[in-house]
């Protein structure tokens, strides 16, 4: 399992945060959540405000306000339960049961399980119990709606209690059902600014019978997710598929957030181009960015 050392589990653990005290600014402010993770995918959590670039559109930005992520978020998972996914039902389970170990006290969930059809198991609650009960009701079987499901979360997302939103999607990475498109499901999640992690399960059996399918469909995810500020952890064992669960866990509430208002202030609804660069310090190891690539611009 990969691990934080253990002074930056203590750092991340007990919600330290650093902020600067914003520039006043006027017009719309950006935030965008960042993680930053090492060449062996550790969290990195030691840096400064001069340590990152920000560019809106190509242009770069003042940040206006840096702090590590400590509010409390609202996250919908979301577990496959088709046909495929009836040999490592009882992993998923135990790994959304980890996850749930890993979340803050005040953090809201709902509960979603999809074969052919997505179905809310478990409305908005507080309470990871009621989660782990729902989990009970669960049973594999006919296809898969992949991309139905995400659409789900994301308009469920929409009556959620806290402004940082999340979705946690634990699937094989098939779709062979849905009535949505990868593209309809890409530009909601931009729309909605939510960001998407999935636990990929490499099923050995899938990628010998739907190789071209699988390896098109986990790629998209990856896209989905990478474009949200989230991403893909693959499992190639179901041994992993319980420790990713804890890493998601704890990158979902690892969090530096970058503000600024943009340089652009007009409100004309376009998709705007967002890239968050690293200047970090010296004799640190290539470090990689996960940030949301865009957002669209307000209209009024």
């Given amino acids: 399992m990969r691990h934080c050392n253990n002074a930056l589990a203590v750092l991340l653990l007990t919600g330290m945060a650093w902020s600067q005290a ?14 930053i ?4 995918e550790h969290l990195v959590a030691d840096l400064k405000p001069e340590n990152f670039r920000i560019y809106d559109s190509g242009k770069q930005q ?3 306000g840096f702090a590590s992520e400590t509010a ?30 890993g979340a803050s006290a005040n ?3 709902f509960l979603i399980d999809f074969n052919q059809q997505p179905e809310l198991i478990e409305d908005f609650t507080n309470l990871p119990g009621d989660i782990q009960t729902g989990l009970t009701a669960m049973h ?7 991309w139905d499901a995400i659409y789900a979360g994301l308009e469920k997302m929409k009556a959620a209690r806290y402004d940082r939103k999340t979705l946690l999607v634990i699937t094989d990475g098939i779709d062979n059902r849905s009535r949505h498109t990868d593209k309809d499901t890409l530009k ?3 729309e909605s600014g939510i960001e998407i992690y999935a636990i990929g399960i490499s099923d050995p059996f899938s990628r010998f019978f739907r190789p071209d399918e699988e390896n098109w469909e986990m790629r998209y995810l990856s896209l989905l997710c990478d474009g949200t500020g989230g991403r893909v952890l693959v499992a190639n064992d179901l041994g992993a598929v319980i420790d990713l669960a804890e890493e998601a866990a704890l990158e979902i509430h690892t969090k530096f957030v970058l503000s600024y208002t943009p340089t652009d202030l007009r409100r004309d609804g376009k998709w705007r181009k967002v890239k968050v ?17 865009g957002y669209y611009a307000p209209l009024q």
């Fill in 107 to 109: 953090d809201q969930f």
């Fill in 72 to 101: 409390p978020r609202s996250i919908g998972i979301l577990v496959d339960v088709s046909g495929s996914a009836r040999r490592y039902l009882d992993v998923e389970q135990k790994s959304v049961i980890m996850f749930l170990r």
């Fill in 22 to 35: 914003p520039t006043p600014v006027a017009g719309p402010i950006v935030s965008v959540p960042v993680t």
């Fill in 277 to 293: 660069k690293l200047n970090p310090p010296q004799g640190l190891p290539p470090l990689t960015v996960h940030a949301r690539t």
């Fill in 188 to 190: 909601l999640a931009q």
């Fill in 62 to 64: 003042q940040i206006s």
């Fill in 37 to 40: 993770t090492n060449v062996k």
């Fill in 140 to 146: 594999s079987q006919h296809g898969t709606a992949l």
